[in-house]
């Protein structure tokens, strides 16, 4: 996939659309392969035409300024970036006159078929291209917090190393398909109430090719293919959430024409001490009543380590602390989200003769305490 697309196509990140059709008509006419015949045009013609697909998409456009090119292009595929994107009709209304039909492409569908795999609109021409997979992974929610790389199995369809990919067995002589006697086509015919009707599809026996192999591959059984379990090390950014996907580039299905993707989806484990919402990050805390008319500081768990917060006096229990930037890193950048203590007052259910009588003094008095209490000690978390 291309780099920045804003640098593709040479706008800043405030263009308007306006602006974003401006730049890629340009470009566009400076690079189409029809006419322009240097070395890296078509790669430039690629990069220009996947950029303008996501930028001119205000929801697309939306996505890739929140997550950023790298989580942008491992959430999305070339068939999403190019969905409903009609690149002819796109041409035409933007008064590029070029003659398709008169260079080394052909059509608008030859070029996304030469070059992506894919028709305009995202349609799949018939080609081979590899299946993409689905992957699962966990991790806890402090692997998420803090980023970790984890080694995955990846189980999918690959290339026959013996025959590569051909389907032959090595040495094996190349025959005339006795099938469709080396048309790659078969014709059936078929009597209706309209009349006698004949349909030609690709012959079933050679996919096509006119030809075949006398003898099979042994290892793969003639198809060219093999199915194998890999193990990848996959990097887990650090702020994941669960169902967030991550893209492995040619990890999927073997296919001639392209190699199909591996999608990972990730299930951040739940917690017994934090609950997570979005970015922040929820933690029950209990003090002892005491503690709660007083005040004082206690220790909170927090993702990056225990934390001294400050307890208000006449806490009340539900009362919540929120502590600044301790809950999880945002994903698409520029800071964390807040962490914040739930606090839950604790009343005991059992007191003795001395306690009883100071809690009777206490309510004889009105409840104007004038004690001290351990500001340093620490309570535990349930």
């Not at 790389?149 to 398909?177: F, L, M």
């Not at 839950?344 to 003094?361: C, D, F, N, S, Y």
């Amino acid at each position: 996939m291309a780099g920045d697309y804003y640098s593709v196509l040479g706008v800043g990140k405030n263009a308007n659309l306006d602006d974003i059709k401006r730049a890629y008509r340009n470009l566009a006419l400076k690079y189409h392969p029809d006419r322009n015949k240097s070395k890296d045009a078509e790669e430039k013609f690629k990069e220009i035409n996947e950029a303008y697909a996501v930028l001119s998409d205000p929801e697309k456009r939306q996505q890739y300024d929140a997550y950023g090119p790298d989580q942008f292009n491992q959430r999305y595929s070339r068939e999403d970036i190019f969905r409903n994107f009609d690149f002819e009709d796109i041409f035409r209304s933007m008064g590029l006159n070029i003659d398709f039909g008169g260079g080394g492409f052909g059509s608008p569908d030859d070029i996304f078929d030469s070059m992506f795999g894919i028709r305009s609109g995202g349609a799949r021409r018939n080609v081979d291209v590899g299946n993409d997979i689905l992957v699962h992974a966990s991790v806890s929610i402090g692997e998420a917090a803090s980023g970790t790389q984890k080694t995955i199995q990846i189980k999918h369809i690959k290339k026959c190393p013996r025959c590569n990919g051909g389907g032959a067995e090595p040495g094996s002589d190349i025959v005339t398909c006795a099938t469709c006697r080396g048309n790659g086509q078969v014709k059936a015919t078929s009597r209706t109430a309209f009349g006698i009707m004949q349909t030609i599809s690709t012959c079933p026996k050679c996919g096509g090719s006119g030809k075949n192999f006398k003898d099979p591959c042994k290892e793969c059984g003639g198809r060219g293919r093999v199915q194998e379990e890999d193990r990848v090390d996959l990097k887990i950014p650090k702020g994941i959430n669960s169902g967030m996907r991550l893209r492995l580039r040619g990890m999927g299905d073997y296919g001639r024409d392209r190699q199909g993707d591996a999608y990972v989806e990730i299930s951040v484990q739940k917690s017994k001490v934090f609950e997570r919402d979005g970015d922040d990050v929820y933690v029950n805390f209990r003090i002892p009543f005491y503690l709660a008319a007083l005040g004082g500081k206690i220790t909170v768990p927090t993702l990056s380590g225990d934390l001294e917060v400050n307890v208000p006096e006449g806490t009340q229990s539900g009362d919540r602390i929120a502590i600044d930037g301790k809950g999880m890193p945002k994903l698409s950048g520029g800071g964390y989200g807040d962490e914040i203590v739930n606090i839950i007052v604790e009343i005991p259910k059992h007191l003795t003769a001395e306690q009883r009588e100071l809690m009777r003094k206490l309510a004889e008095s009105g409840g104007d305490i004038g004690s001290h209490v351990d500001k340093k000690r620490k309570f535990g978390i349930f």
